[in-house]
């Protein structure tokens, strides 16, 4: 009896001197996987808040603001919990000094408007990281539906209103250099696309600039062809 207990503990001390080795690397391949998941979401999110600050205030609604660095904060905790230390997270004090403020409306706000193409190339990237982010963002954060699609229509809403400056600037320029029929077909574009974010409220506003400057442009033509009709 006594020999046969021998033997099963010898038996079973020896599938555990084997199975040791596969069950060290099988931990040290879950440290190196986790590692590089929270690397990759450590790098994402440095990105995402890069995009947000490349983004005019005159784009980015406060609320969508807000969302995004209460979602970030949220991160930098994930990731201090898991003793990850990487530059995104050092900013963590900046992040809840700018949630703070605007919290509070103290942030100075900086609305500067399209003036290239190379700019509205830039915002587009950078919305559409966004929008990325956002559509993953319910699984990863626990957003619901509704808040996540507030938010994606929001952010498509500014690129649709940085194209729209930029069309402005456009007919702008045309208008200085007497191509009135070019710049009237710039400003009937920026209104369609206006219109195609009407669930914005601010939009209407929009809307309603366009009209107006398609009107002007409308008066001037209308005039000029009259004047050339008479002669």
């Keep these: 009896m006594k020999l046969s207990m021998l033997i099963l503990v010898a038996v079973i001390f020896l599938a555990v001197l084997c199975l040791l080795p596969a069950f060290f690397r099988w931990r040290r391949h879950q440290r190196e996987l986790k590692k590089k998941l929270l690397s990759r979401l450590s790098n994402r999110s440095d990105r995402l808040l890069y995009s947000l600050e490349m983004i005019s205030d005159r784009y980015m609604a406060r609320d969508t603001k807000i969302f995004l660095i209460e979602y970030l904060l949220s991160v930098i905790t994930q990731l201090v919990t898991s003793n990850y230390k990487s530059e995104f997270v050092s900013k963590q004090a900046d992040l809840l000094r700018l949630l703070t403020e605007l919290k509070l ?34 699984e990863s954060y626990g957003a619901s539906r ?28 045309d208008l200085d250099n007497d191509k009135k029929n070019r710049a009237l077909e710039k400003y009937r574009i920026a209104l369609s696309v206006m219109e195609k974010n009407a ?5 209407k506003r929009e809307m309603a600039r366009l009209q107006s400057m398609i009107q002007e442009v409308e008066k001037v033509l209308f005039s000029k062809n009259n004047k050339a009709e008479l002669k």
Excluded: C, P, W
């Excluded at 103290?106 to 290239?116: F, L």
């Excluded at 669930?199 to 939009?203: A, G, K, L, R």
């Design 105 to 138: 409306g103290r942030q100075v706000t900086a609305k500067d408007r399209v003036v290239s193409q190379e700019q509205l190339d830039q915002i587009q990237n950078s919305l559409q990281f966004m929008l990325r982010e956002l559509r993953s963002m319910g």
């Design 146 to 173: 509704v808040i996540i699609r507030h938010h994606i229509v929001l952010i498509r809403y500014a690129h649709a209103l940085a194209y729209r400056d930029l069309l402005v600037r456009q007919a702008r320029l």
């Design 199 to 203: 669930s914005v409220s601010s939009s």
